[in-house]
């Protein structure tokens, strides 16, 4: 089984995370605590959990934290919207970026079913 650095899903997550921090450093102060905080942390979960799950000890578990991804994943889809419909992102980085979430989370659902 390849390491969970070589997976593309977590590749392409851990890019997401990236662009998620240096997004919401434009974001209005009031926000660093609410929406700031928690499209971080929905971002950076996507991966750290990949990670995570990879290192347990079989793969029921680690299918479980793959689920766990999945969810951060669909949690940063409203996220974005929110981000997007109170003007702090632009329609098309929105477009561009949930497009990136929806491969993420159907990547992540091949993940899961290959640990079947």
């Known amino acids: 089984m390849k390491s969970i650095e070589e997976l593309d899903v977590f590749k392409l ?7 998620i921090y240096n997004l919401t450093k434009d974001f209005p102060g009031e926000e660093k605590f609410g929406l700031v905080s928690q499209m971080r942390r929905a971002a950076y979960s996507v991966p750290m959990n990949l990670a995570e799950g990879s290192h347990r000890l079989n793969t029921k578990e680690y299918r479980q934290f793959v689920g766990f991804a999945k969810s951060s994943a669909g949690e940063m889809k409203y996220q974005l919207l929110l981000a997007k419909d109170l003007k702090y992102i632009e329609e098309n980085t929105y477009n561009d ?16 079913k290959s640990l079947e």
């Open 13 to 19: 997550s851990h890019e997401m995370t990236l662009k």
């Open 97 to 112: 970026l949930k497009s990136n979430y929806e491969r993420i989370s159907q990547m992540l659902t091949g993940l899961a």
